[in-house]
């Protein structure tokens, strides 16, 4: 068991998820050109399972996050800390608050706050479904916690 732990959780693995995150963050961005902003994102960066050509399931971005949140945390719990390693568990500590705030992304939702210049206002809107779709037309969220005056 802590064998395959160790080949789980291990570089070449890690570089092989890095690799994989590359091709998707790739296919996302030139398919972005060729289908409405909002879809390919949904598609490419949000759903948790990546199709590939339509039939071969791969890991999709949220699970290539975890795991490299987890293999990135398994390195730091196995590396005493000292002084001179301090630099690295800072590193690693930096880019696991970048996973865990592009983790976090993946559950806000995303709006604006419609105002009459000089006027306050609470309310606040969800984009459209997609970016062609008028702001009229946006769902009305709520309102917000606090006032905003633009």
């Known amino acids: 068991m802590n064998r395959l732990w160790h080949h789980l959780m291990g570089i070449p693995a890690f570089l092989l998820v890095l690799a994989w995150l590359m091709v998707i963050i790739t296919l996302g961005t030139l ?14 960066f949000e759903a948790p ?7 071969i399931p791969t890991p999709g971005l949220p699970l290539l996050l975890i795991y490299m949140a987890a293999s990135l945390l398994n ?3 196995t590396k005493p800390f000292t002084l001179k390693t301090s630099g690295t568990w800072l590193a690693h500590a ?3 608050l970048l996973i865990a705030s592009g983790l976090a992304a993946l559950t806000a939702q995303y709006g604006y706050v419609v105002a009459v210049e000089g ?3 609470r309310l606040w809107q969800a984009e459209g479904a ?15 916690p606090f006032t905003v005056t633009v």
């Open 31 to 44: 398919a972005q050109a060729h289908m409405p902003l909002i879809q390919a994102q949904t598609h490419y």
């Open 75 to 77: 390195q730091l719990t």
């Open 130 to 144: 997609t970016e062609t779709t008028p702001p009229a037309e946006w769902p009305t969220q709520g309102l917000l």
């Open 119 to 121: 006027t306050p206002t």
């Open 49 to 55: 399972i990546f199709w590939l050509a339509g039939i």
């Open 94 to 96: 930096g880019v696991l």
